[in-house]
Structures are given as structure tokens and as C-alpha cells.
Antibody
Framework: QLQLQESGPGLVKPSETLSLTCTVS??????????WGWIRQPPGKGLEWIGNLCYSGSTYYNPSVKSRVTISVDTSKNQFSLTVNSVTAADTAVYYCARRVAVAAYWYFDLWGRGTLVTVSS | DIQMTQSPSSLSASVGDRVTITCRASQSISGYLNWYQHKPGKAPQVLIY???GLQTGVPSRFSGSGSGTDFTLTISSLQSEDLATYYCQQSYSSPLTFGGGTKVEIK
């Protein structure tokens, strides 16, 4: 069964760049049926959608982070990545990668990784 | 942004109880509403998509209803393994937004 696994440093210094990778196993990332996304959850707070990347190459970002975020894909490694620039303590969160699928016009996240905690601190 | 408000924020119920969680959108989202279950230390999983569609593999005790601004997730007979936090999420418009979550505890 297809699985998603986040990886990356657990500690990032303020003003630096946060980089995470999501590895897709037991399935191909190169499918026109899916988009691939990132969601985060700050400690004690709710879930926040960061953005999606679809097979067409189109990307969609939350305006709250759009100026600092890039989502990209490496099909040769079956991975997609998240980069957040100029991080602050407010970027401290558990970061989840997820697959987004559609039934008719209804999109939802049908597979998620377990999440990885990233702390922004000097 | 569309605000999603869940209630209650937490509840405690006994095994076998019927449990209802509500989610209200700040504007009409038609049927573009999904429900997720998140158990501690595990990956979240979708239960319901498009307001009432049961995801493959999800037990039939879970059901969803509603349209417009008001939605409900119902667990018909609570089981011990349903201990989790439940989130609603709208996919009507960008940015996608989630409710604040409902933590379900077993008495």
C-alpha cells in the first residue's frame, strides 16, 4: 500500500530555510490523478494547509505563507519537497505531507504521512 | 478565508454511545466538506468526503451529513478505538481550511 514519509531537520534557526522531503513508497508520484500537499499544525493549534503541487506542474499556496514557500517534485526519486524561507518561531509545527485525490469535483486528502516536528529556535 | 467552527471542542462518551460532532462554515460551501480522524502518533485518515461519502475501508458506524453551512459527523456506536481528534475541512475554495478539532475521549 502506498505510504508517505516526511524527513528533514528537526531544528532550524530563525531567519534560515526549512526544507522537508516527502517520500512516496509503494506507488508512483507521477500520476495525473493526484496532487501532493503539505499541511502543518503548530503546537496546541489547528491544522493549516500550506499548499499543493499537481501533476500538471501547477502549484497552489496558502496566501498566508505564499511569499516564503515553494513546493517541488523530484519524480526520479518519487519525492516532493517543501521549502519555507525566513522562518520564525511561528513556523514551529508538526509538518504533514499528504496526497490529494478527487471524486467527481470533490477533493480531499486520502493519504497522509505521520508528520515531523520542526522547531525554529536559535 | 472560510472559517470552519467545530463543536464541541472535546467530549467524553461511553462505548456504544451515539456521538455527534458539528461543523459550521462561515459561508456556504455546498457539499465540499471532509472529515478526518487523527489518532496520537499516527497519520490522519479521511473518514468522510463530500459531506456524506464514506471512504473505502472506514467502518459504517461513521456517517456524515449536511450541506451549505452546517455539517455533522456521527459515530453511531462509539468504540474504544475511536479515541481520536476529529477535524472537518472545506475544499470549496482556496485557501483550504480546517476546523479546530474535536477530541473524543472514552469514559
Amino acid at each position: 500500500q502506498l505510504q508517505l514519509q516526511e524527513s528533514g531537520p528537526g531544528l532550524v534557526k530563525p531567519s534560515e530555510t526549512l526544507s522537508l522531503t516527502c517520500t512516496v513508497s509503494s506507488g508512483s508520484i507521477s500520476s495525473s490523478s493526484y496532487c501532493w500537499g503539505w499541511i502543518r499544525q503548530p503546537p496546541g493549534k489547528g491544522l493549516e494547509w500550506i499548499g499543493n503541487l499537481c501533476y500538471s506542474g501547477s502549484t497552489y499556496y496558502n496566501p498566508s505563507v505564499k511569499s516564503r514557500v515553494t513546493i517541488s517534485v523530484d519524480t526520479s526519486k518519487n519525492q516532493f519537497s517543501l521549502t519555507v524561507n525566513s522562518v520564525t518561531a511561528a513556523d514551529t509545527a508538526v509538518y504533514y505531507c499528504a496526497r490529494r485525490v478527487a471524486v467527481a469535483a470533490y477533493w480531499y486528502f486520502d493519504l497522509w504521512g505521520r508528520g515531523t516536528l520542526v522547531t525554529v529556535s536559535s | 478565508d472560510i472559517q470552519m467552527t467545530q463543536s464541541p471542542s472535546s467530549l467524553s462518551a461511553s462505548v456504544g454511545d451515539r456521538v455527534t460532532i458539528t461543523c459550521r462554515a462561515s459561508q456556504s460551501i455546498s457539499g465540499y466538506l471532509n472529515w478526518y480522524q487523527h489518532k496520537p502518533g499516527k497519520a490522519p485518515q479521511v473518514l468522510i468526503y463530500a459531506a456524506s461519502g464514506l471512504q473505502t475501508g472506514v467502518p459504517s458506524r461513521f456517517s456524515g451529513s449536511g450541506s451549505g453551512t452546517d455539517f455533522t459527523l456521527t459515530i453511531s456506536s462509539l468504540q474504544s478505538e475511536d479515541l481520536a481528534t476529529y477535524y472537518c475541512q472545506q475544499s470549496y475554495s482556496s485557501p483550504l481550511t480546517f476546523g479546530g478539532g474535536t477530541k473524543v475521549e472514552i469514559k
